[in-house]
């Protein structure tokens, strides 16, 4: 079961926008992360893989704030908001919940649901 404080030093570090920094810290070598229904990936190198796969596919991304988490034994729950810019300067917010497996001090398991729609650049 991971602590308050080790969940929000791994919350400050997506924060600050060091997104792969903080999968290799904070996720197992054989974890995985699915976004909503698609198949998940699994295994760090995947991760990390997908991870800067995303930063290139656009300008810029923000992570605006940890709205609110919840811990209840091994699961953890975080309610982000990012605000991301495309290439060609258009952006979007989006407003997700992280759902997550810890074991110990690890995430094994990761799923995120967002509303698709919200990609859309205003």
């Excluded at 940890?66 to 982000?80: E, P």
Aim: charged residues 30%.
């Amino acid at each position: 079961m991971p602590s308050r404080e080790h969940v929000q030093s791994f919350i400050a570090l997506v924060v600050q926008g060091k997104y792969v920094e903080a999968i290799q810290e904070f996720y197992a070598e054989d974890a995985s992360m699915q976004e909503n229904q698609e198949p998940p990936r699994k295994g760090i190198q995947l991760l990390v893989a997908g991870e800067e796969k995303a930063l290139a596919a656009v300008k810029e991304i923000r992570t605006l704030a940890a709205k609110s988490f919840l811990i209840d034994g091994d699961r953890v729950a975080i309610n982000w908001l990012f605000e991301i810019v495309t290439h060609d300067g258009r952006s979007f917010r989006q407003d997700e919940i992280a759902w997550q497996l810890w074991r110990g001090d690890k995430i094994v398991e990761e799923q995120f649901y967002y509303d698709p729609g919200q990609r859309k650049p205003a």
